[in-house]
């Protein structure tokens, strides 16, 4: 069977890297066909040079990066260096890109790559604010139909949120792009915190992958003794989650997480719960079933075919 393509549509951030680590380790399964970057964990200077870190480190620098929107549709933009440090990368010693980013604006190559490929090949996976898929549809209405599926990282319901008592970080920052994709008739898949707080990495697991000594698991490994920095407060365990490696998780090992299809919604109106995704997880609303929501995955094996995959890159 032919790999499957995937654009990746990032922030990075450690937890970013570790997707696309994960993903780029993967070649008979996935095959990322390219990385459009936005504003979101930092400014969109600083995710698109972390984006070509990333894929520099992985061996793979033949994978274009575009740089897409710097801010949201609506809102000014919040970044979160109090969780991923000044540069979003912290905790790893990468040196410059030498790869240059691609001069397409990020949204221009997700229409034209998704007009381009034949329908239903493409998933795009959002790992940040998702800008980018937003104005993308906003601009090319056609390109919905000819998705494969969205798969993203962000919104949460039983464990409320994370940017706000009601708002994920990554909805939170755009609520009005994702509400734009969410409603958009597209076929979804959400990792929300709900699911991502039970990917919790520990250090035995951290200290398994330095030890395979693969440069990209070593450096995966520096960047997640930074992140883990964050969290103490909220986690009392040295265990943290690892949210946008849930992503990829899914797209290789579906059977791993419990999943059930509901009607979400994106509130953009109260100034308490905007971000908030509505999650009728107890099908009471009678609205159409718009999103595949992830609720809980397996540890053990995601952890076990993460490290095999990101030690298997150089």
Known sequence: MAPRKI???????????????FALGSPTEIEVVGITTVGGNVPLPLTSKNALKVVELAGRPDVPVYAGCPGPMVKTLMTAEYVHGKTGL?????PEPVTPLQSEHGVNYLV?????APEGELTVCTLGPMTNLAM???????????LR?????????????????????????????AHKVFDSGVPLTMAGIDCTYTAMMTLEWLDRLRATGSRAAIEAANLADFYRQYGSHKFGTPGRPIHDACVTGYLLAPEIYEKRQCAVTVDIVSPETIGMTVVDWWHVTGRRKNCNVLR??????F??????RISALP
Do not use: K, S, W
Request: no cysteine; net charge negative; hydrophobic share 50%.
């Open 7 to 21: 654009i990746i549509d990032t922030d990075p951030g450690q937890d970013d890297a570790f997707a696309i680590l």
């Open 90 to 94: 912290d905790g790893a010693d990468l």
């Open 112 to 116: 034209r790559a998704i007009m381009d």
């Open 136 to 146: 993308a549809m906003t601009m090319e209405p056609r390109i919905v139909p000819r």
């Open 149 to 177: 599926e969205v798969v993203l990282m962000g919104g949460g319901f039983f464990e409320g949120g994370n940017a706000t008592p009601a708002a994920e970080f990554n909805i939170f920052v755009d609520p009005h792009a």
């Open 296 to 301: 809980r995955i397996e540890p053990a094996p």
């Open 303 to 308: 952890f076990e075919l993460m490290l095999q």
